[in-house]
């Protein structure tokens, strides 16, 4: 779920930025799945966090 929120983030950045605007189409898929990939660390210190509170 954290790599879906980072992407729509970074795609959402993407969008901002007025000179990225004419390579949108080129960009966003690097930026989604650049915060997809980001977020799998991300959900693994999550994980590793609930397992200790709960253990």
């Known amino acids: 779920m ?4 980072l992407a729509g983030m ?3 950045i ?3 930025i ?3 605007q004419g390579e ?3 960009i ?3 930026a989604a799945g650049v915060g997809d990939v ?9 994980v590793r966090s ?3 509170k709960t253990s």
Not at 38 to 46: D, E, N, R, V
């Open 28 to 30: 966003i898929p690097i």
């Open 24 to 26: 949108v189409l080129r």
């Open 38 to 46: 980001l977020g799998i660390p991300l959900a693994m210190i999550a």
């Open 10 to 12: 970074l795609v959402v």
């Open 14 to 16: 993407v969008l901002m």
């Open 50 to 52: 609930i397992t200790r």
């Open 18 to 20: 007025p000179s990225l």
């Open 2 to 5: 954290g790599g879906f929120v």
